[in-house]
């Protein structure tokens, strides 16, 4: 942890709310950042270590399947690189009223761009290692979905007021060039815009995928929400894997007695993936099950006792969020795995009651057909330069990574990626779909819900 980084830790956060005697003297005070009257910078930055005492963190995102605890996970297993901050925002009376995670790491600019210029990004990088690489900090969480804490949306607004107006400052004290808002979903778009008038450009990440599984069974579900080719594929699938031995499902809240047969197969599909994200680690999948029992489920299939499949699950209200998968590789095409999981899982999420099937990015081919809709995802970037925030404004929807992806362009709501306020956007990555095209979807099943009842759940 660097000297500057200790500095905002120990130093900027008044004891009125958090009495922490861990916090010792302040070892460069021309560093800290949000010392003054909280009537003039209401937000400062402070660690997990002076938010052990702090009553409001114990609340915090309680409306979300990820809430506090899952930050604190986050932080204790994954990416020790990372530097894990945590912004306080008060109100007028100095009283905290919202917490906002937030990371600081070396990005890598150039992640989200095109596979054709992989090779000449190598090439410079042989020369300049360090090439597009660049100190950020990113808003959010470091495994998943952003949300802001919790609040009504007069509350929210004006929380992201206050952060959008400290931001910069805190970033440049913090020794970050770019700030990046991580993955936040498009319903934060009217609270967000205060950051988009502050010289953040908003660009889509890639997309969520949500599916509707209001329906009396799994057979239900195909006759009602598929086309006869995708049920005729789906049922040869799945008698394909009609033998012995059969493939059994168990149920656990903890994967922690067989984290060493499971986790190689997280691996083999992590590995596989030709976008990489967060790396989990077996103390990840361990501490989700022990810290969240109450949200966590793994599922683990076994064909003649061998572990061929695991999926981990969070449940929240009406909602499955199927967050990672784990295949076998060596009999996951034989097997259809892939599908064969997605099965069970709508087949449990039913049974127990559940209305809605969250999945994650990516493998977007079979939710297509499967009609999953997009779940858009945001990203808010700015340089603190203003210069080069300049430049990247006119560069970020060059970079951006669903512009690459042909797949998504077939969803019917693509267009809801961008937003209707970026209709140049829109036009330029071939997102518009005609009435034709959207009466054709409905035919198909996608109107089983309209676009806008999707956007709402």
Known sequence: MSRRSMALSQGSMPQRDIRDDSAATVPNAD?????????????????????????HWQHAFASQHKDRRYYEIVEDTIHPEFDYWYFA???????????????????????????????????IRLRWPRFMF???????????????DEGDDSTRAATA????????????????????????????????????????TRIPSMPLTRLNIAYASFD?????????ATRRKLRKKFKATEFDPPIALSVTHDITPIIDEVYPLYVQVYERSKLHFEKLTKEYFCC?????????????????GRVVAFGVCLVHGDTVFAEYLGLDY??????????????????????NGYRWFQSSGL????????????????????????????????????????????????????VDLWGSDSAAGISSNGAARSNSMAKTDVRKGWGHLTRREHHDA
Not at 31 to 42: F, H, K, R, W
Not at 220 to 228: G, V
């Open 363 to 414: 493998n977007y081919d079979p939710k297509l057909h499967l009609r999953h809709w997009l779940k858009p995802v945001d990203l808010y970037v700015r340089h603190t330069s203003a210069i080069i925030n300049l430049l990247m404004r006119i560069a970020l929807p060059l970079l951006e990574p669903t512009r690459h992806d042909v797949t998504l362009k077939k969803f019917p709501n693509y």
């Open 134 to 148: 660049m100190k950020a900090m990113m808003v959010g969480c470091a495994a998943g979905e952003a949300h802001l």
């Open 161 to 200: 007021q206050c952060l959008a107006g400290a931001i910069v400052k805190h970033a440049r004290a913090l020794g970050a060039r770019l700030i990046v808002l991580k993955e936040f979903p498009d319903q934060y778009r009217d609270v967000l815009s205060c950051f988009v008038r502050g010289g953040f």
């Open 330 to 351: 060596s009999v996951a095409l034989e097997l259809h795995l892939y599908h064969y999981v997605f099965r069970d899982l709508v087949r449990w999420a039913i049974a």
């Open 288 to 304: 989700l099950g022990t810290a969240m029992p109450d949200k966590t489920r793994f599922f683990v299939w076994r064909r003649d």
């Open 31 to 55: 560093l800290i950042v949000g010392t003054a009257p909280c009537q003039e910078s209401p937000v400062s930055v402070i660690s997990r270590l002076q938010l052990r005492n702090c009553w």
């Open 220 to 228: 239900d579900y195909m006759q009602s929400a598929l086309n006869s």
């Open 89 to 123: 925002i008060r109100d007028r009376h100095g009283d905290i009223q919202a917490i906002q995670p937030f990371f600081v790491l070396d990005l890598d600019i150039l992640a989200g761009a095109h596979p054709q210029f992989g090779r000449l990004i190598d090439a």
